[in-house]
């Protein structure tokens, strides 16, 4: 049963790795970086390694997430006055 789940959590990794390289708008790859690291953290959870686990989940997903999300509005947020292409 239990390498029945771990194989579920690399394919669920798997996934998750591949949609945040297929997105085209940047917080859906985010957010699927922020569940590979959930994964992540299951995974270590699973071999029996839970200060890992918790250490990824802190700052995996819950750190970077929002750092990322935080420049990613940022840098959408800067747009050109006139509008248009730049030279």
């Known amino acids: 049963m239990n390498s029945f789940v771990q194989l579920i959590v690399l394919m669920l990794l798997l996934l998750s790795a591949f949609f945040a390289l297929w ?20 995974e270590f959870y699973i071999l029996q390694a839970p200060d890992v686990a918790i250490a990824e989940a802190a700052i995996g997903a819950g750190l970077s997430t929002t750092i990322y999300i935080i420049a990613v ?15």
């Not at 985010?30 to 569940?35: N, P, T």
């Not at 800067?78 to 030279?87: D, I, Q, Y």
Request: hydrophobic content about 50%; some cysteine.
């Open 23 to 42: 997105f085209k708008d940047l917080i859906s790859s985010v957010i699927s970086l922020a569940v590979f690291s959930l994964m992540a953290a299951l």
């Open 73 to 87: 509005r940022a840098c959408s947020g800067v747009k050109r006055r006139e509008g248009g292409a730049p030279k």
